[in-house]
C-alpha cells in the first residue's frame, strides 16, 4: 500500500521528532493547529505538489521574554506555545519545525514557506529575533540561511 504524501509527512514527523515519546515538545493536533491560526495565520506553511502537501513548515512568533526563557531551557517547547499570549507585539519567531519528503528536498521550498510567512507575520509584528531548537544539521542550516535572510538576529538552544 502507498502511502498519501500527508501520511508520509506524519510518519517522516514521528521519525525526526519523536514528539510522542517527549512530553516536552509541542505535539500538533487540531487543537494546537486552532490556537496557532489565532497567533497569526502565517504559522502553518504548506506546499502542495497537486497530490497532497510535500512539504511543511511551522513558525511561531512570541515574545523576547518567552524566547530567552526557552533558551535558557527554563521552559520547554509546549510551554513556549501556551504561555504565548494572543494580541501582543510579537518580536521573536520561534522555528519549530520544518519536514519536506526527500524527493523534495533541496529545492528551496522550507526557505520560500518561511521566508513569505515571515514577510507576512511582519506586516502585524516587529521581528527582530529568531530562534532554534535544531534536531538535525540540515535543520540547523536552515535556520542560519533563512535567519540571514530575514535579516534577524538568531539564537540556539542547543540541547
Request: proline letters at 4%; a negative charge.
Amino acid at each position: 500500500m502507498t502511502l498519501s504524501n500527508f501520511e508520509r509527512l506524519i510518519q517522516l514527523a514521528d521519525e525526526v521528532f519523536a514528539v510522542k515519546s517527549d512530553p516536552s515538545q509541542l505535539d500538533v493536533n487540531a487543537q494546537v493547529m486552532e490556537r496557532l491560526q489565532q497567533i497569526h495565520p502565517a504559522t502553518i506553511s504548506a506546499h502542495d505538489d497537486g497530490n497532497g502537501p510535500v512539504a511543511w513548515v511551522l513558525l511561531i512568533p512570541t515574545t523576547l521574554e518567552l524566547m530567552n526563557r526557552f533558551i535558557e531551557e527554563k521552559i520547554t517547547e509546549k510551554e513556549l506555545f501556551e504561555l504565548t499570549p494572543l494580541d501582543v507585539s510579537y518580536e521573536a519567531i520561534y522555528f519549530c519545525s520544518a519536514l519536506v519528503l526527500d524527493e523534495y528536498r533541496r529545492k528551496g521550498i522550507t526557505k520560500k514557506l518561511a521566508l513569505d510567512a515571515i514577510e507576512h507575520m511582519r506586516k502585524d509584528h516587529p521581528l527582530k529575533a529568531a530562534f532554534v531548537w535544531a534536531f538535525s544539521p540540515e535543520g540547523d542550516l536552515a535556520a542560519e540561511t533563512i535567519a540571514r535572510l530575514a535579516e534577524l538576529s538568531l539564537y540556539k538552544r542547543v540541547k
